[in-house]
């Protein structure tokens, strides 16, 4: 039998929602991910349907929100049976009943979009963690497969295998009632929303398509209560004895059952292993709150994990996974324990019903209390000392306007929300203030996580909120730093960005990563546009970037076919890019660039913002020096230099503190060749602009440089000729002509944080051309 060794990052066990969501969360924040699923083919049954205010607005934050269809606002809800009203300050309030197959389709397109990896069929039998490492062994279609990472997280559910491998203790409450359930056609019943009755509890809601859901819990049923194996003629029994009525003549098309066992892991991580969702925590799903804990626990988890194996993770970032989610879990458990009790309890619980029922009805604080412990919306983490009212708090959903980062008191930015500013993933850095001092501050204090944190400037456009000031936010929406009212603008602000993303002398650096990607570091969350990238080195740029993690934009003129091709070639690898053309070198031609690329940009992640800009377009001349017209001239200089400035100029509006711009010089600044003195010199402008602007933008921690190709393949028909491909070769210390992408593996390490100390600069690319 064989026995295949694949290494990892993280492997999650379950391709349900929460697996689907922590997978993303962790390709966006740059690890490498497998995801193992027992099930060949995705669910057809939809366990849990309802997302919770912050389910939405989470999938809002990465942009995943709009593709689920328009929300409804349905506000009315209900605790233990009683009518609540789930209205609160968020753009999405109440609840929305979206079927769990068509929540997790979404979440698995995101993620793999991403590059993760889904493996189905697949089924874990084993797991041994050793000191470097947790190996699984997994089941799959006949043969074993042994996966090696460093973490490993279950989210396979009530039953989790995870769970049972790594020991995990799981104490609680065993089940004292069963709810059978049942989606029947060929029914003809009335209504019921939550109907107490004499012999028990009854709920019947017809869909759209015909089909009704029947839900009862006989209180004077004697069998041990289950959650599995359960026949349509038991609930058909159980229904009648309830309400009367006959539904035995329908056709079920579904049946289970839950009962209210209680249950929490008593550590959500061992080390090198991790539970979540209902892996972590059992409980009756009563008001849909388990699928939306789960998938918050996931959201936590995400980024922290992601951080800890890129070896960036700060100190005890980590272990704030199990205290921050096993304290809302058991929060949470708690509530849908005594909705149980208020739901299926028999007349024992009218008079806590009666009580329960006035204090709603008649005390708003009561409601808004309820409402927010059953949307998530009032989860406070404890994230150190402070007395600002949003500390610990999710950043509400703001619709605010950004500003010129070096002039934040102008009119000159987008529309957006809060919101639409955390869908890069990474930390955020939120300046309301409007104070155009504050801005140069804040950017100079937190300039050594730029990398991981953006600064943006933005004024709130719906009123000033209270709590409007500059925030600190987490990649999971959560503020951890919110400047002191009348003290210094930054206090504290340099120790909330150590504990929360790291050593500023050791974030940048990251843990070699699988799955074809480099040690260089990832760009993954970054966005980058490559001009002329339709072929050439420009198109082994685009690729590479697209490689490790960036969103492409493929830039092209003419060849919209082999921009096209660029494009499909970056997704068919698992990438994320997308085409945008305008002629270089003509009047309006930034324009038209950037009405197409931040339209691409907007699209994909909810914002303009741009982290790497790669001049590469160029014409050549060709044409000796006396017989060049000042037409060619003009235009070799349109294209070749005038052209990459103003992009520069037009792109500083979308760079973010951090950012990086290549420029695409040539070898010919450094040798003589008659024949291109024009294009020589169109290069040697390029060289100057890196210079001058590297002095420019330092101080934003953006960098600039030129890197000087030599003779390099690009499809010329002259490189299909032997003898004069020898001659061009024999200009290189290294006897070839270069190949596209030994300069796009160049381009990738000026765009990676690694080169985070080179600015200005002239890399020569030549392969040794310029030696002598
Ligand atoms: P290439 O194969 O000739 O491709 C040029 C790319 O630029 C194409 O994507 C083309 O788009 C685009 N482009 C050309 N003119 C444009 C315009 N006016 N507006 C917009 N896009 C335009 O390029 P390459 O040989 O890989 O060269 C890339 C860069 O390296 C250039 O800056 C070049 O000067 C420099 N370089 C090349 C060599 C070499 O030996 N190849 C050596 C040193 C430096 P369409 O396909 O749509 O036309």
Redesign the pocket.
Known sequence: MARTYTETQVIVVGAGPVGLLLAGELRLAGADVVVIERLTEPTTESRASTLHARTMEILDSRGLLDGLGAVPQETRGHFGGLPLDLTLPTPYPGQWKVPQIRTEELLAEWATGLGAVILRGHELRGLTVTGDHAEAEVAAGGEVVHLRAKCVVGCDGENSTVRRLGGFAFPGAAAGRELLRADVDGIDIPGRRFERLPGGLAIAARRPDGVTRVMVCDFGSTAEPRSENVEFHEIADAWKRVTGEDISGGTPLWVNAFTDASRQAEQYRDYRLFLAGDAAHQQMPIGGQALNLGLQDAFNLGWKLAAQVQGRGPEGLLDSYHSERHAVGQRTLSNIRAQALLLLGGSEVDAAREVMGELIDEHDEVRSHLAGMISGLDVRYDVGAGDHPLLGLRLPHWPVRTGDPQHPGEDSGEDTTTAALLRPGGGLLLDLTGDAGHGDLLRSAAAPWSRLVRTVTARPTGGTPAGATTVLVRPDGHVVWAAPAGGAPTEGLTRALTRWFGEPATHQTTAPATNGRTDMGSLSGKTALV??????????TAIRLAKEGALVAV??????D??NEVVATIEKDGGRAFAV??????PG?VHELFLGLEQGLKERTGTTTLDILV??????GGVAAEDTTPEQFD?LF???AK?PFFLIQRALKNLPDGGRIVN?????TRVANPEEIA?AM??GAVEQLARHFAKLLGPRNITINSV?????????PAFDIPEVVDQMAALSAFNR??E?QD?ADVVAFLASADARWVTGAFIDA?GGTLLG
Do not use: F, Q, W
């Open positions: 001009t002329g990238s339709s072929r050439g080195m420009g198109r082994a830039h092209y003129t003419s060849n919209e082999a921009a053309r305008a002629e270089l070198g003509v031609d001049n590469n377009a160029g014409v050549m235009r349109a294209v070749n052209a695409i010089s040539s070898g010919l294009y169109t290069k000087a190709p030599g003779i390099t393949r690009n499809g010329n002509v270069g596209p300069v030549t």
